[in-house]
């Protein structure tokens, strides 16, 4: 993500680079935060989120004190709508937030993902000690961000119920199910694998013991997408078949929807010819942030696959 111009300057008069002072809170050095080591306040108690998936919404679970995030253009209404009674200031969308509000907030601490890359974080330093989260696993990452922000919780203890809740569902799956997920956005479809490195959603599926088909299944952790074309929807050949549809995009309204559930292609599938396919929730599965998005992945396994044969 590129920050605006005005961010560059606004931050260059106004504030020194942090990373040319000496450090006066701790220093966190962990292969999964950048830059490392990263010098953040003991106790932070303004926080500002450039992201509103991973980062807003596990630190609002680990109570952590958020003053702004960009809620522009948000799926998941419930994170949202938590965000704004906690009086988390809107700064915005995630590719544009507001530089005057984040200036304004006067943040002692700035977080963030990786993806938002260096240039955004180098940005961010000039306005206040910042540090971005950059784990892949779902888990590491909440690691990572109590470590950064100094929260007093355990991810043992945050994680517990769902630890045990995945632990039962795995003996209540049945042996020979097979699972197929796709993404259908308005213009192609996206299959997130269940491979080593495998977007959280997908981990879940896969820490629950769900199986997903051949085509769906990676073991190099390089590869966590495909974007399958008509015919190559044919590896979706599981007995159940879930599907995502609209939130970031308008799949769900444009037509591409009923395009997709009206072609003879998709109606060959052998889930579709079963019966057992399912639209499922797009804020959970492709806007993911933290346990709580976790546990309704396993509401879905519930609903979908425990007991069905």
Request: charged share 25%; hydrophobic share 45%; proline share 6%.
């Amino acid at each position: 993500m590129a920050f605006r111009f005005l961010f560059a300057l606004i931050a260059g008069i106004l504030f020194p680079a942090v990373a040319s002072a000496a450090c006066e809170g701790r220093l966190v050095d962990s292969p999964h935060v950048m830059p490392s080591p990263a010098c953040v306040p003991d106790k932070p108690q303004r926080i500002v989120s450039l992201d509103a998936g991973y980062t807003l919404g596990m630190a609002i679970e680990l109570g952590l004190p958020v003053a702004g995030a960009p809620l522009f253009g948000m799926s998941d209404e419930a994170l949202r709508e938590k965000a704004e009674s906690l009086s988390v200031e809107n700064l915005g969308s995630l590719t544009e937030p507001s530089v005057e509000k984040i200036i304004g907030l006067q943040p002692d601490l700035i977080l963030g993902s990786g993806f938002l890359g260096e240039n955004a974080l180098a940005l961010a330093s000039r306005v206040a000690p910042a540090a971005f989260i950059t784990a892949q696993n779902w888990k590491d990452y909440l690691r990572a961000l109590i470590e950064v922000s100094g929260s007093d919780r355990k991810a043992e203890d945050v994680l517990a119920d769902y630890e045990s809740r995945v632990a039962r569902l795995r003996d209540e799956i049945p042996e020979d199910l097979t699972v197929s997920v796709v993404r259908i956005t308005s213009w192609d479809f996206q299959v997130y694998l269940d491979s080593p490195d495998a977007y959280a959603p997908f981990a879940v599926l896969r820490e629950a013991g769900v199986r997903r088909t051949a085509y769906e299944t990676s073991d190099d952790g390089a590869e966590t997408l495909k974007r399958p074309d008509w015919e190559q929807l044919a590896g979706l050949d599981g007995n159940v078949l879930l599907y995502i549809v609209g939130g970031t995009n308008t799949s769900d309204t444009d037509g591409r929807l009923e395009e997709v559930l009206d072609n003879p292609l998709w109606q060959q599938l052998p889930a579709v010819q079963a019966g057992r396919v399912y639209r499922v929730d797009p804020a959970t599965w492709m806007e993911f942030s933290g346990v709580g998005s976790a546990h309704k992945v396993l509401d879905d396994i519930e609903r979908y696959f425990v007991g069905k044969q």
